[in-house]
């Protein structure tokens, strides 16, 4: 590949929910990635409608040692050498889903009339060739953001990035980060 | 530095799978007395081959979710529901392995170059490696060869046994004679379609690998050109470059065997399993419906999330809440919300929303 000489190994990116208003524009930009085929694979979603009206944004989150690739039965999820977890190896993947029910974040989606599990691959067209994703170039709020920590450190002084989540009892480490309270370290999911 | 442990069960299952060909082999040439000694080179390939897939094939169906698929699809298979699990596996073994009819929703043109290009791999195996074998040769009808005033037949036999007759000079013959001459046009057009995809795809060629994708391309159209080279050469050039296409179509094909349990070809051997998820999921279905504790709305089958939490298990991977629920309760939309829900209440702890 040899597109990834570009990829940019000090960009990161950073995630802050709270941030989200639902505009849907990183919707519509995910579609434009091309190593998705043009399908949007971005997660934007009420949290809970009825009460609030919270939205949540999920990308990948790139995790290091990937629950999804762990419990895939034919080996068609792959990390490479920049931590980027690429979607499913079409040649392989079977549609089992289990990627998109064991993803702790919820992210793989199993598109039905291909047969096949999708999920963000960190724009990897884009990022291999030293541009931010599209999603992070459209977020009108920061919910979604891709440069250095030292931007990010500059951007928001009160707040840090953590990459430790746990998930019940199991601890999950990711490529991309949260950004959370100053002094925070892991965002505990279930207390 | 490369390092590899030997895999004692699947070395073991390999080892009987190749001496069962070899003993096929004997069995089926008669003693080797209907082997071409001329395929001995492409024997060896085949051999190894085998060996290895079944080999890697062994070593695949150890890792716990392919056993989990693998146990599964045999035990619905041959439940009470034999009929229709039946039906429902040949029905969708002709749809997606026959036809591979799978791909036609990601692309008319991605299809029509996969199904060609695997209708003509296909075509070619189920001729050739019996040839390789020893398992069918043909033969002239003694009787209207020794008459030169009828027209030829020729006797198809398979382990020995003569199985059918064409008169040469028929469509039959024909047909049977250049089989793999059209296999190998519909490779090459399979192939052609495949590698504009790669030239013009800016995913594809962003995320793409010359071992991974190129590779398996350059070779197939090898095979075939120099495949067809053999044929042609002989119609049309005299037989000049023979022994350059024999070696060639040799050398490349025996790469291609080798390299099947290493590389992409092995999804060849890996895709029937897609059949042995249908049946898993619409068994899961039939039984009932797991319920999403945040959405309230069904997202797969009980059966899917109970075995999830069994394989998780067995992985070392534990999302057990307080020892009773599990993350893998939640549906996708329910563990992205939980996580949001999470988010809020650390930054509603730290008295900043934003920061």
């Known amino acids: 590949m040899e597109t990834a000489n570009y990829y940019k190994t000090d960009m990161e990116f950073f995630i802050d929910m709270q941030r989200c208003i639902g505009c849907q524009a990183c919707v519509v930009a995910c579609a434009e990635c091309e190593t998705n085929g043009h399908e949007s694979m971005i997660h934007v979603n009420y949290v809970d409608r009825a009460h609030t009206i919270q939205t949540t944004v999920q990308v990948c989150m790139h995790c290091e040692d990937p629950v999804c690739a762990r419990v895939c039965p034919a080996d068609a999820i792959s990390k490479d050498e920049f931590g980027v977890v690429h979607t499913a190896n079409t040649a392989r993947c079977i549609g089992c889903s289990n990627c998109v029910m064991a993803c702790p974040f919820g992210v793989p989606f199993k598109q039905e009339q291909y047969d096949l599990m999708m999920k963000c691959n960190l724009c990897y067209d884009r990022t291999s060739a030293g541009k931010k994703p599209m999603c992070a170039t459209v977020c009108p709020s920061g919910a979604l953001y891709y440069g250095t920590r030292e931007e990010m450190r500059r951007m928001r002084p009160q707040s840090s990035p953590v990459n430790h989540f746990l998930f019940g009892r199991e601890e999950v480490t990711t490529k991309v980060n949260v950004m959370m309270p100053a002094d925070a370290t892991v965002l505990r999911v279930y207390e | ?355």
């Open chain 2, 1 to 355: 530095m490369f390092s590899y442990h030997l895999n004692k069960k699947a070395f073991w299952i390999a080892a009987l799978a190749t001496l069962l060909l070899l003993a096929l082999v004997f069995i089926g040439s008669r003693n080797l007395q209907n082997f071409d000694a001329a395929l001995i080179a492409y024997l060896f390939g085949t051999v190894f081959a085998t060996f290895g897939i079944v080999y890697r094939y062994a070593v695949w169906l150890q890792r716990p979710p392919t056993w989990l698929y693998f146990k599964r699809t045999w035990q619905i298979l041959f439940s009470g529901r034999f009929l229709p699990y039946l039906w429902l596996f040949l029905r969708k073994s002709v749809r997606n392995i026959g036809f591979q009819y799978f791909i036609r929703p990601r692309g008319g043109r991605r299809w029509w170059g996969h199904f060609l290009l695997a209708t003509g791999c296909m075509l070619a195996f189920a001729v050739t490696i019996p040839l390789t074998l020893g398992w069918i040769h043909f033969t002239m009808n003694p009787a209207t060869s020794m008459d030169p005033a009828v027209s030829k037949l020729y006797e198809a036999h398979l382990f020995g046994f003569k199985v059918f007759e064409f008169r040469l000079g028929s469509i039959i013959a024909s047909l049977v004679f250049n089989v793999l001459s059209w296999s190998s046009w519909l490779v090459i057009i399979g192939v052609g379609l495949f590698i504009y995809r790669r030239f013009t795809n800016g995913g594809l060629i962003a995320t793409q690998s010359f071992e991974g994708d190129w590779l398996p391309l350059v070779l197939l159209v090898a095979i075939a050109v120099t495949g067809l080279g053999l044929s042609y050469d002989y119609a049309f050039l005299g037989g000049t470059t023979y022994e350059f296409m024999a070696v060639t179509h040799a050398v490349t094909v025996i790469v291609f065997l080798v390299w099947i349990p290493f590389g992409k070809f092995f999804h060849i051997i890996q895709r029937p399993a897609q059949i042995g998820v249908y049946l898993y999921h619409t068994e899961g279905n039939r039984k009932g419906m797991a319920v999403c504790p945040h959405t309230g709305k069904e997202f797969t089958s009980q059966q899917h999330v109970d075995d999830l939490k069994a394989l998780t298990h067995e992985l070392g991977i534990d999302f057990t809440i307080n020892g009773q629920r599990s993350h893998l309760d939640y549906s996708p939309e329910g563990k992205r919300s939980m996580l949001a829900q999470a988010h809020l209440k650390a930054r509603q702890e730290s008295g900043r929303y934003f920061g």
